[in-house]
């Protein structure tokens, strides 16, 4: 289940692999501590590239974490490969296939499917050892965004289970193009459909995804964050509506919301022209009760 590590240190062994490139080496791969990580010096035809750890003790591996570099930087498929001494020869443990970019769990096996708090797993399917589903039903008073977990590549992904009503969302819907990004500096919820009343902001921001830039932050924490000096933007265009969007989770339901106001700031190719307010139902994202909704500036604020 992966929660028992295995310490890969100087102390505990050695690693190896393929020829490293400049500034990185195999060792930084299992430093916890480091970015630097490992980099082959050349291009990786299938079972040419290699990274490992000889241990000085026999170990017994049944998992890994490997956090690969973006697209064209990492391995869509992996083996895992063991033997018992350096004379012995190479045998595989598994191999994993359809591995996504950024940090990965790999596991030998699904282990059993793990409880979901405030929900009930039935109907559970099994492929193989590395894939397994199961659906997930609520409890009376709680909703999900899935209402299914997956084991993938032996590893377990679970939804949870929320408050109805303790996850909302603002999605663009017009333009139906909308870019470089879209940017809101703030954003507030109102129990009032006059805009009085702020709602206490008691919980996690969420959105569709933020732009990524080294030397700033447009986290969507920023939106909510009563400070239009910060800013949330989206993660590039919106290229059709509904993709991009603002929420926040809250710890419990917050109650009616009559009314959200976001401030753009100046320049339409940032600005939304139309939004629709949805909140967490049974199952998925449910249109909210009547919304007033104030989007700033108001086109003659910026003549």
Request: aromatic share 8%.
């Amino acid at each position: 289940d992966c929660t028992e590590p295995v310490h890969s240190l100087p102390q505990t062994g050695k690693a190896f692999g393929t020829e490293a490139s400049e500034l990185t080496t195999v060792e930084h791969a299992f430093m916890l501590n480091t970015p630097r990580g490992w980099e082959a010096a050349g291009s990786c035809p299938p079972r040419e590239c290699h990274l490992g750890f000889s241990f000085a003790t026999a170990q017994s591996i049944n998992c890994l974490v490997v956090q690969q570099g973006d697209d064209g930087f990492h391995a869509p498929a992996l083996a895992l490969q063991r033997r018992d001494g350096e004379e012995a020869a190479w045998s595989e443990v598994t191999a994993w296939s359809s591995i996504g970019e950024g940090r990965s769990k790999l596991a030998v096996g699904c282990p059993d499917p793990p409880a979901v708090p405030s929900a009930s797993v039935s109907a559970c399917r099994s492929d193989n050892l590395l894939f397994q589903e199961c659906r997930v039903a609520c409890k009376e008073g709680f909703g999900t965004l899935e209402t299914s977990m997956r084991c993938v590549n032996g590893a377990w992904f679970v939804p949870q289970c929320w408050p109805l009503g303790s996850l909302l969302r603002v999605v663009l819907e017009e333009p139906v193009l909308l870019k470089p990004y879209w940017v809101v500096l703030d954003a507030n919820l109102f129990t009032s459909d006059d805009c009085t009343g702020p709602i206490k902001m008691d919980g996690v921001a969420i959105s569709s995804g933020e732009f990524v830039i080294k030397y700033a932050n447009y986290h969507p924490k920023n939106a909510w964050d009563k400070d239009p000096s910060t800013s949330w933007a989206s993660k590039g265009e919106c290229e059709a509506a509904g993709t991009c969007w603002l929420g926040f989770r809250f710890y419990a339901n917050p109650g009616p919301v009559r009314c959200v106001s976001l401030l753009h700031p100046p320049g339409v190719q940032y600005q939304a022209r139309r939004i629709s307010v949805q909140r967490l139902g049974r199952v998925g994202w449910e249109k909210a009760e009547p919304v007033t909704v104030r989007l700033l500036p108001e086109g003659k604020d910026e003549l």
